[in-house]
């Protein structure tokens, strides 16, 4: 019987392209280690094997995260194996590895906040280029900055991750309604308000910007283009984020200071919830204790008896 890999990463459609990638890695690694012990068939893998390839991976020094999602990555093959018939017992069905310690998400303060997004007219952070069809390299720095600050506001305006502002069509954004549809993890759609700042960024970059980076082979609907005129990748915003950050930032701090911020200001955890795309409230309770340290380094910092 055969691992069907290929098969396995196509059932995977409904996750991010970073899963997808990462389970399919995870499975093809283990199937290399357990073609060297002579298994070459998923039906003959039971428990034990799995807590060996376990117990092998720790030696090798990999971090508690990337242990739990590789456990992750092979209860999602074998069950899917099991489902098809390639397997008649899933021998992956309560494995476990050690989880990452629970780090709190970096958050933002309000002045880093709007260094980045009312950073000095003008600035790009980037060396100027010449555009598409001869345009002026001026024309396509304002595009530039026209893009990042509506990537920017999107980011901790709505809340998104990085893939779902990347994955963003025009038909996902209204800016008569102000709402910006989105599709995340396994496949869930939300709908999120924008403020009037991040709107009138949007509608800036579509009207005045989006243009100088249109290419012939520019995807028709994306909303957001990169300089060679491809979608807008996660590596993009990166960039664009060590650009424009007065601090070292990861994109996906800005989701996390966007829902600690609005914890921080009154708002009911499962409207968070419901905003951040979370299938679990569980996940969202982790900004609680964001805002807990929050108030009481506030508290510290401030009572004259503290």
């Not at 093809?28 to 039971?46: E, K, L, S, Y």
């Not at 069905?93 to 050690?98: F, K």
Request: charged fraction near 25%.
């Amino acid at each position: 019987m055969a691992w069907n890999v290929e098969a396995f990463s196509r059932s995977l459609a409904a996750m991010s392209p970073e899963t997808v990638r990462a389970y399919t890695g995870d499975v093809g690694a283990f199937v290399q280690w357990a073609a060297r012990a002579g298994i070459t068939d998923p039906a003959a893998v039971d428990r034990l094997l799995l807590r060996r390839y376990l117990a092998y991976l720790a030696t090798r020094r990999h971090a508690r995260t990337t242990m739990a999602r590789k456990a992750a990555s092979l209860r999602c093959y074998f069950s899917w194996a099991t489902r098809r018939g390639d397997v008649t017992v899933d021998p992956a069905s309560r494995l476990r590895a050690p989880s990452g310690g629970a780090r709190l998400p970096r958050v933002l303060d309000r002045s880093e906040i709007t260094a980045m997004l009312d950073g000095p007219a003008g600035a790009t952070g980037s060396k100027s280029t010449a555009g598409a069809a001869g345009e002026p390299a001026a024309a396509e720095d304002g595009a530039t900055r026209a893009r990042d600050d509506a990537v920017l506001e999107l980011l901790y305006g709505c809340g998104l991750r990085v893939a779902e502002l990347c994955g963003l069509d025009r038909g996902d954004v209204d800016l008569t309604e102000r709402i910006v549809t989105v599709w995340g993890k396994g496949g869930r759609q939300r709908r999120v308000p924008m403020h009037d700042l991040c709107a009138q960024a949007l509608l800036r970059w579509l009207e005045d910007g989006r243009d100088a980076f249109t290419r012939r082979e520019s995807p028709p609907d994306a909303v957001f283009l990169n300089r060679v005129g491809r979608r807008l990748g996660p590596r993009d915003v990166r960039r664009l984020l060590d650009r424009r950050s007065p601090v070292p930032t990861h994109p996906h701090a800005l989701r996390h200071s966007f829902a600690t911020h609005l914890l921080d200001g009154g708002a009911d955890l499962r409207v968070v919830q419901e905003l951040l795309g979370h299938a679990s409230l569980q996940t969202t309770q982790v900004y609680t204790h964001v805002s807990k340290e929050r108030l009481l380094s506030v508290y510290g910092a401030t009572h004259p008896r503290a």
